[in-house]
Each structure stands twice: as C-alpha cells, then as structure tokens.
C-alpha cells in the first residue's frame, strides 16, 4: 500500500505500477513466515480534497483493474492479501470506513490482529463475519478525542490485549464532520519487524509518499529518489509540510 500526497502527480503512476507489479510476485515475501500469495484478495482506495471523499472497493485484484485517477490532496491505495481465516470479498477490501462522534475514519491495515482480543463488545458472529482490521476500527471509532488521540488509544490496546500476531503496519484517514478538513496519519510496527513491515518516505517538487517497502524494489520504481525509513513505533502525520511525529507508542515490558 502507499499514500501520496500533492499537487504534482508525475509520480503518482510510477508508484502505482510499481505497487501493482510487487503485488503479483513480492521481492520480500521470504521474511514471512506464512506461505507467500500474490495480493489477489481486493483493494481499494480512499482520495480526500476539501470538498470531496472518494472510497472505492474493488473485488479484482490491483493487477488486473486499471489505475485510478488521482485528483484529491492525497490518496491511500491498498491491495489485499488476505490472512488465513479472514472473510474475502470486495465488501473486506481495505480501506475500511467507520464514523465516530467527531469524524469519519478510514484504514488500511498489513498484518494481522486477534480480533477476539480486541472486539469491544463484538459478538461471535460479528467478529467471524469482519476481517481484524474492522474490528480494530470498530475499537477505534469507540474511543472519544481528537484523530490523532484515538488512533493511540486503539494501538495501545492492541498491546496492552497481545493482540498483535504480525503487523500493524497503518494508514489512516480522518476527515473532521465539522469543517470537512482531512488528516493522514501513518503507523508501523510488527510482532517480528523486518524490512517487510518497514516503510518509506520519499518526497519532491509538489509531491510526497509513503510506501510499503517492497514498492521501492520494483523495476517501475524511480531508483534515483532518496528514501526515508518511518521509525517503528512512532505515529506519524503526512501533510504538505512534510512528515511529522504526533506521538511515540511505548510499550510496557
């Protein structure tokens, strides 16, 4: 997955091809333990300008659908492989939506969770019938405060619960009911993190990325542009000014 941000769109496409040719044959699936499949499960977008949200989901895989046009302030796009057990279908194709008392939230999750752990209330058969990453954005629409605050309450319960089997590798959308403004916030971290959970960020003249760290070694990837490796741990906030930390997940011994 990736998010890319600003007015240029130049590189929006290479990134885009890049993303759909490490989705048919993963140059780091060797760090994971399960056996490796290509990301055929779905994928979907979120896109936000001031005065539009556009969310799509898709059943195909990003491989075989043509690339969207990007026209918002930023978009995140994510391709699904799906974790063993999980429910398939366009209708669990990332990012999923959840509104909360203050604003709509939309997540792209790699990795997986112990969704019973971390069901806030869930039946049996509501948690068997949504993947773990809507359970953990269903947690997280629970939570009161500001995006940036329940984003961190929900992180923190995934551990406090050992919830984390694999990654939590997060890119998150907020958009406020009130004025329509949008945050984009990052987080990444893993049970065993490897290059495999890692993330990068690139930036140029009116455009900025973040990218799951199998893009950058795709044959389509600008080889030449300098990379920035996103600290694990850290929740990070992607604007026009750049990359910024908003807060440090600590986590207890």
Known sequence: MFAYLGSNRAFFMPIHESLREVCVNDPLSNLIS???????????????????IRHERFSNAIFRDPAPVFTGDF???????????QPFGMLNAHPHMRASEGYDLYLAHNGELDKARIRHGLSDMEIENRTDSEVFLDLMASFRGSPTEVFE???RE????????SGLVLFLVSVDRKDN???LMIYSDAANFNDYHR????EG???????????????????????????AGNIYSLSSEGLKVESVIVKKE
């Open 34 to 52: 399960k056996p490796f499949m290509d990301h055929r499960d779905g994928w979907g977008l979120v896109q936000y300008s001031i005065d539009s």
């Open 75 to 85: 978009i995140v796009i994510h391709a699904r492989n799906a974790a063993p057990g």
């Open 153 to 155: 309450q929900a992180i």
């Open 158 to 165: 995934v551990y406090d619960k050992a919830a984390l089997i």
């Open 181 to 183: 403004s949008g945050k």
């Open 199 to 202: 993330l990068y960020y690139f």
């Open 205 to 231: 003249d009116g455009w900025k990325t973040v990218v799951s760290s199998s893009i950058p070694l795709s044959k389509k990837f600008p080889s030449w542009l300098n990379k920035e490796s996103l600290k």
